[in-house]
């Protein structure tokens, strides 16, 4: 049956900004569905607001809508465009949530839009838990299958969740329903838990519903991906297997497949289940997934919940069997069956049938409590993982290393160095999920707990923990060698160890074991993810090295370029990286090279194995690499590898790579340390004669209060060794400073700057080919300096800076670009205080706002990076087309639009972290508004990141006293705007003193009145406050005004208010607020944007 | 460590560590892509006289329990694993696989190669190998002795894993049917399967002959799987049960014979179907079956329109999607129909098992 052609256009939905849960998976699946639809014909429109994906393209869609999705905005763009069809199972929880809601205010039905994939019911039957609870109990009942669910009631007050906790007995489980990633989910124990998550859980539900469930912590996790078509065809992409057992949120868990532990009997009752559920909820064609819990002493299976649509676990099963979920379903969902779609892999088998793996997939997730002081570190239902890393290998153990070495993170590999800690200290930490406990468990082996403790601990399968085990003994072997012999380091490598641990473990250097594996001829070899466990030949080159017998890596003729991707998301290196590594392999195939993508993280766009003519499902550390730019180099000529594109990962191999005889392109290692060492930055500054705020460096209390004194407070402290803004304060006293010194680690050298109060921040991302320089975009900060870039909003075209200023910043940028030897991009940060513009720093790679400023200024910046990268000149690229013919992106006609990029903090998850900027990144995602007028850029950007700015009610005030005088403006215009304005006594004092009427709260700290008056505290967590305005004083560790600041974020954040903590942000705001209230708020397409632009002649 | 070899008759070697138990084994070397169910494979008898290799690395983490065997013993004649299990891990499991073999006298290895190997055997076609787990002589000489081993092709075998005496499987709840399944190295769960739907099932021995199927007086006549090549068995009792326009399913082996009896003409494939993921299309209603398969032979049929035969028109009813392959015939009057792969499923799936249903039904109408 071919496809439908009585629709025509489609509407695709994205999932918005990175938040923890919903991550850069739903960049991929969306980007397979527009390809798809594109290619099957049909006009796609998608909206998204996140411009750092891939699917914004403006080619993966005809009509390409960077607006906030929220029912209002798509129902906009409907309006306008018109689409025959929805397509809302591809992005995520939003854009299902979407959909029910632009289907429950009639949108769908006024406008003729047909829901394609899964329809409003089988939405409702699959989200609705008490709907979902009688469709497993009736398969179980009509088909004799082995199904049931957990005890469980539904609840819409606390009176409800009281009554039900006793009913069931505690511990009970907390969920709410309608949201994604387990927000709001957890275990209650007792009455004040409950009354604690139930709260929040009923909040955080947009229908005012709980579920209360027995508890079934410790049972055996699984998860099956299931693919249906419209004559019901249905099959089982993939099993998967969650090592930690239930309790935690799989997202969090490290997981497997395909699932290890199931006989054959209990899997198919599984898959029949699977199978019965998926026909009853009535999901037509597309993907979905479906949970399960079983007893292991018993069996009991319990069927948990169902996701009618694409997932992280379909990314993450696409990925570990070469089964293209998101693509297939978009084909299903416009009319073909299975049996009509060819297997992408063999080309000649077709995709109605299971993938059979002859290797295991292990995934990890990556977590960053370290951004987070104060949050709970616990592993519980409530996702808290930033990233994950994902590895092939030919056995667990071997998959298991890999993974862990792909976190990239300090101690996330098993070591055998040292002495470990005392046993009964390792079991006990064992017994509470968290992160890194596969480590703390093989630390507690060495330590000498038994098989049997381990399981007491955790409840993880025994035989999960009998490859710990594993693992402890063939470290020993490798430690008790006489000598590293061929047999002992192939035995040993087949177990997943690297050069780095067998080093560690025979106390010599990494290189020598690798020297000595080498002059053994030991190298791994490269295997095929190829859907058919080799029953079939693969066409599709998607590989993974094991060390195993025969590697499979094809032939070519082709110049090969190999892209070093960015790993596992996390706080500062996330989706932006993915995005300028796809555009340099896209731009580079497009330009005749091969490209060769290395990456490990599952959830990318870079590894699709569509994305690039070959790719590498590998660790990016030293080792790994080496040995695929060998295999690479074994069967064809390799032009280079491309370090910068992949942030600060790849850079970091730079120098070893170059040292290894391997040819990096673009800009070089030295190049690279000129801009990444300070005293060389220093010189390279010096030389082009640009200033920098002052520093000094210091180890000690003494040294670095003699540097405060020497440069003046407030400055920017920070220790040398870390990157990324981890561990950096702004300090204002002697006091403060010399406790952050004394809280350091001895030895280390703490950098100390001068920070530049209340400077206009300026990024500025750039191309430079040796000769000419392209400014590619120049950004404003809206945030003062102090705020670390990646969290700070920012507008392009400069809204505050005039030609003379861009002329300044330009010449800047060409004098480090020459200076450092740039070929490529150069990001540069720089600081504007009283007329001088300072360097902060300079990064010679691509950044974090690359996809932003490409997507703001319609100009390709990472295709063009690659291509300077090999050879081309900015002039050159000019001739061609890719670049405009004059001008940059310093040079945007007055009529540009602006565009603003936000940032997306996740402090709804990390409950009790304060939530005010600083210096340190911590935000997980960003979005773009774009307008013709910065007003309505701000609401829109507002809109997509944390909900629609309010436009009538009550705003609280109150402000550090510095920032007294600037908020009077921005205050009055929304009292105009019809705001009750409430405020602390000394913000209202102000107020009243200009003409503002503000009614004194009262603050934390003082206490309900005597009349039984609220606090601030108080009248926001009733609700009564629409929109916060606090911006933060004093230094940490004070009590008082800090700490009702503190208190005032906290509840904003419980009871998911606005709150602004900068008075320019309250500026813009306020614009953007006046803006909607004109209602002057209309959508626009990033195409038509590109041709507004040329025809303003940019 | 002590180590084994395995050695394939085209010189082929593959060096491992011994499994199960130790010695030395011929056989007929194939690979099994299914991820679960090693124990229902290993007592299969249709891999009589073939040494498995398993593409799934890891084998024997769930034990081995007493509900799950599809047969009185292991027939697989040799077993070639990458990651042996050390633990067994499930509620149901009462001994260790590693045990299990040795206790059935099953020589294995445990080798790293066994990608390498099945993308040979995919390459060459299947072909005799043999373990050695404390090889004394050079590999020539294992190699010559391998080639020694009997072929596949020609090989008469379902007398040797069939039952010997008749055997009734009671109908579970109300009986309705009764069928007289001949046992050409029949698995445990088919008639289950035939049971759970009112079914009292005759098991007859691999030789039985027309007098003694009808002798139960049966609704259905049904042919089981079984090891061997089809052309070697003498098709004569089942023309005679079509002649008598008796219902007739077959699976497997026995779809092969009901080719043979309808005058088709069965080949050896290259390397086979041998796993539990293959897509098998209803040519009747375009729906696709995921299927469990374990053939090495199959029958030569023209796909898309149908033919005669002395019983009337017959189609292919079943076609593999991979390769297009013969999976299934019927009388176009449907009184009797057969199946290339394994709707008992197990292991496997279970979307196939709808086609016991017909059966019953096809026996319902020609008592009606």
Redesign the interface.
């Known amino acids: 049956m071919p496809k439908r052609d009585d629709i025509r256009s489609v509407l695709v939905i994205g999932s918005g900004p990175i938040v923890i849960g919903q991550a850069c998976e739903f960049d991929y699946s969306g980007t397979q569905a527009c390809r798809v639809l594109r290619d099957e014909g049909f006009r796609v429109i998608l909206v998204n607001s996140n411009p750092a994906t891939i699917m914004t393209d403006p080619e993966f869609a005809d009509a390409t809508y960077v607006e906030p999705i929220t029912p209002e905005y798509v129902e906009k763009i409907i309006a306008k465009e018109r689409p025959d069809a929805l397509l809302p199972t591809l992005g995520g929880q939003t854009a299902l949530n979407t959909a029910v809601a632009l289907h429950e205010s009639g949108a769908l039905e006024r406008y003729e839009v047909e829901l394609i994939g899964a329809d409003f019911d089988a939405i409702q039957a699959g989200e609705n838990r008490e709907l979902f609870k009688g469709i497993v109990a009736k398969v179980a009942r009509e088909h004799g299958l082995n199904a049931e669910s957990a005890s469980s009631v539904v609840c819409h007050t606390m009176d409800e969740c009281l009554a039900a906790a006793t009913e069931l007995g505690y511990p009970v489980v907390v969920r709410p329903s309608f949201t994604m990633g387990g927000v709001g989910s957890g275990f209650a124990y007792d009455e004040t838990d409950l009354l604690r998550i139930a709260g929040a859980g009923l909040d955080a539900s947009p229908t005012t519903e709980v579920l209360l469930e027995e508890s079934i912590i410790g049972w055996k996790e699984y998860e099956l991906e299931v693919m249906r078509d419209k004559h019901d065809n249905v099959v089982i992409v993939c099993s998967i297997e969650n090592i930690d057992p239930m309790g935690v949120h799989t997202g969090d868990s490290v997981t497997v497949a395909p699932a290890l532990t199931l006989t054959d009997r209990e899997y198919q009752n599984m898959r029949d289940v699977a199978i019965a559920v998926i026909r009853e909820v009535g999901v037509d064609t597309g993907g979905c997934n479906i949970q399960f819990a079983v007893n292991p002493a018993t069996g009991r299976m319990i069927v948990i919940e169902m996701n009618p649509r694409v997932s992280r676990s379909s990314a993450l099963a696409s990925k570990a069997t070469g089964f293209p979920i998101a693509k297939i379903a978009a084909k299903l969902a416009i009319g073909y069956t299975l049996d009509e779609i060819p297997n992408d892999i063999t080309k000649e088998t077709p995709a109605s049938f299971e993938p059979t793996l002859d290797y295991i997939v292990v995934k990890v997730p990556r977590f960053a409590f370290e951004k987070f002081k104060g949050a709970d570190q616990t592993l519980t239902t409530h996702m808290k993982s930033v990233g994950e890393a994902m590895a092939i290998g030919r056995s667990f153990p071997e998959a298991l290393q890999k993974a862990l070495r792909s976190l990239e993170k300090k101690d996330s590999s098993f070591s055998w160095t040292g002495s470990p800690r005392p046993k009964a200290e390792l079991l006990d930490e064992s017994r509470v999920p968290h992160d890194g406990r596969l480590r703390t468990m093989q630390q507690a082996i060495r330590a000498g707990a038994t098989a049997e403790e381990l399981f007491e601990a955790t409840n993880i399968d025994p035989w999960f923990l009998d490859q710990l085990f594993l693992l402890d003994e063939e470290a020993r072997a490798v430690g008790e060698a006489t000598e590293l012999t061929a047999e002992v380091l192939e035995r040993a490598k087949r177990h997943g160890f690297s050069d780095a641990q067998l080093g560690e473990i025979r106390g010599i250097d990494e290189a020598r074991v690798r020297d000595l594996r080498h002059a053994l001829g030991l190298r791994p070899v490269y295997n095929t993810v190829d859907t058919c466990a080799a029953e079939f030949a693969a066409k599709t080159p998607y590989l993974y090295s094991a060390y195993d017998e025969e590697s499979e890596v094809p032939y070519g003729e082709r110049e090969k370029v190999i892209i070093l991707g960015s790993g596992p998301n996390r706080i500062g290196q996330g989706i932006e990286f993915d995005y300028a590594c796809v555009h340099a392999s896209f731009e580079l195939s497009r330009a005749g090279f091969e490209t060769v993508m290395v990456n490990c993280n599952p959830e990318t766009v870079s590894t699709d194995y569509d994305t690039s003519d070959r790719l590498y499902f590998e660790p990016l550390t030293l080792e790994d690499v080496l040995e695929v730019v060998h295999a690479e180099q074994q069967t064809g000529p390799v032009a280079g590898v491309i370090v910068q594109l992949g942030g600060q990962t790849p850079l970091g191999l730079a120098q070893s790579l170059k040292d290894a005889g391997v040819p990096v392109v673009g800009t070089s290692p030295e190049s690279i340390h000129l801009a990444e060492e300070r005293g060389a930055f220093g010189r390279v500054l010096a030389e082009a004669q640009l200033p920098a705020p002052k520093h000094g460096t210091a180890t000690t209390v003494a040294e670095a209060l003699a540097v405060a004194e020497e440069i003046g407070y407030p400055v920017l402290v920070r220790p040398s060794y870390v990157l990324g803004g981890a561990g950096m304060a702004i300090v204002y006293d002697d006091a403060t400073l010399s406790t952050y010194m004394a809280a350091q680690e001895g030895g280390h050298p703490v950098l100390v700057d001068k920070f530049l109060d209340e400077a206009i921040e300026i990024d500025v991302d750039a191309l430079f080919d040796g000769e000419e320089l392209y400014l590619g975009g120049v950004m404003e900060h809206i945030e003062e300096a102090g705020i670390h870039s990646g969290d700070s909003a920012c507008a392009l075209p400069p809204i505050t800076l005039g030609s003379n200023d861009i002329k300044r910043i330009r010449a800047a940028t060409e004098g480090i670009a020459r200076g450092v030897g740039v070929r490529g991009l150069l990001n540069v940060q720089y600081a504007m205080s009283a007329g001088v513009l300072y360097v902060l720093e300079a990064n010679p790679r691509a950044s974090r706002t690359v996809p932003f400023v490409s997507k703001a200024t319609a100009v390709p910046l990472a295709k063009a990076a690659a291509r300077v990268m090999l050879g081309s000149s900015i002039a050159s690229l000019r001739e061609e087309g890719m670049l405009p013919a004059t001008g940059d992106g310093g040079t945007l006609p007055l009529e540009a639009s602006i565009a603003v990029k936000e940032a997306v903090l996740p402090f709804n998850r990390f409950r009790g972290v304060d939530i005010v900027l600083g210096p340190e990144m911590r935000s997980t995602g960003e979005v773009m508004g774009i307008d013709e007028s910065f007003g309505v850029a701000y609401a829109k950007s507002q809109a997509a990141a944390y909900g629609e700015l309010p436009t009538k009610g009550r705003a609280f005030v109150s402000v550090a006293n510095r920032d007294k005088r600037a908020m009077i403006f921005p205050v009055r215009a929304l009292a105009d705007l019809g705001f009750e304005i409430l405020a602390t006594e000394g913000t209202a004092e102000v107020l009243r003193r200009n003409g503002v009427h503000a009614k004194i709260v009262r603050k934390q700290s003082e206490g309900p009145g005597p009349g039984g008056e609220p606090t601030s505290v108080q009248y926001i967590l009733d609700g009564e406050v629409d929109l916060i305005v606090n911006t933060p004083f004093g230094s940490p560790g004070q009590s008082g005004p800090r700490l009702d600041g503190y208190d005032i974020r906290t509840a904003a954040v419980l009871r998911g208010i606005p709150c602004i903590t900068t008075v320019a942000g309250l500026a813009a705001a306020a614009a953007g607020i006046q803006a909607i209230v004109r209602g002057d708020v209309g959508v626009r397409s990033l195409q038509e944007h590109a041709r507004a632009l040329r025809a303003a002649g940019a | 460590m002590t180590s084994a070899l395995l050695v394939l008759e085209d010189g082929r070697v593959?060096h491992g560590t011994p499994y199960g138990a130790e010695g030395e084994t011929f056989g007929e070397m194939v690979?099994n892509?299914?991820?679960?169910?090693y124990?229902?494979t290993l007592t299969d008898p249709s891999y009589h006289r073939q040494i498995v290799a398993m593409?799934?690395?890891?084998i024997g983490?769930?034990g081995v329990?007493d509900?799950?065997p599809e047969s009185g013993r292991v027939w697989v004649a040799g077993y070639v694993v990458?990651?042996p299990?050390?633990?067994v891990?499930?509620?149901?499991a009462n001994r260790s696989l590693d045990d299990y073999l040795k206790e059935q006298g099953v020589v294995g290895i445990a080798m790293?190669?066994?990608?390498?190997l099945?993308?040979h055997l995919?390459e060459r076609g299947a072909m005799r190998a043999g373990i050695f787990t404390a090889p004394a002589e050079p590999v020539e000489d294992l190699v010559e002795r391998v080639r020694q081993a009997p072929r596949m092709e020609g090989a008469d075998l379902s007398a040797e894993v069939a039952t010997t005496e008749p055997y009734v499987v009671p109908a579970i709840g109300e009986k309705r049917f009764t069928v007289a399944a001949v046992d050409l190295g029949i698995k445990g769960m088919t008639p289950h399967r035939m049971a759970e739907r009112g079914c009292e099932v005759h098991v007859l021995p691999a030789g039985a002959t027309f007098e003694q199927i009808m002798a139960v007086e049966p609704d259905g006549v049904f042919l089981s799987n079984g090891p061997g090549d089809p052309a070697t068995v003498d098709v004569t009792p089942l023309r005679r049960v079509l002649e008598a326009r008796v219902p007739f399913f077959g699976i497997c082996f026995g779809n092969q014979i009901f080719g043979r009896a309808l005058g088709l003409s069965t080949y050896k494939l290259r390397y086979g179907h041998r796993?539990?993921?293959?897509?098998v299309?209803d040519v009747r209603t375009?729906?696709?079956e995921?299927s469990a398969h374990n053939h090495g032979f199959a029958v030569e049929a023209p796909l898309g329109e149908p033919f005669d035969t002395p019983y009337g028109r017959a189609e292919v009813s079943h076609v593999n999607?991979?390769d297009r392959c013969v999976e299934g015939l019927r009388l176009l009057d449907g009184r009797a129909f057969s199946v290339q792969y394994h709707p008992e499923?197990?292991?496997?799936?279970?979307d196939a098992a709808y086609l016991f249903d017909e059966f019953c039904e096809v026996m319902s109408r020609a008592q009606a």
Do not use: C, Y
């Open positions: 593959f690979f892509t299914g991820m679960t169910g124990q229902e593409t799934a690395p890891h983490n769930t329990n509900e799950d990458r990651e299990s050390r633990v891990s499930n509620w149901r790293p190669g066994t990608r390498a099945t993308r995919r796993g539990v993921n293959q897509p299309q375009g729906k696709v995921i999607l991979n499923a197990a292991a496997g799936p279970h």
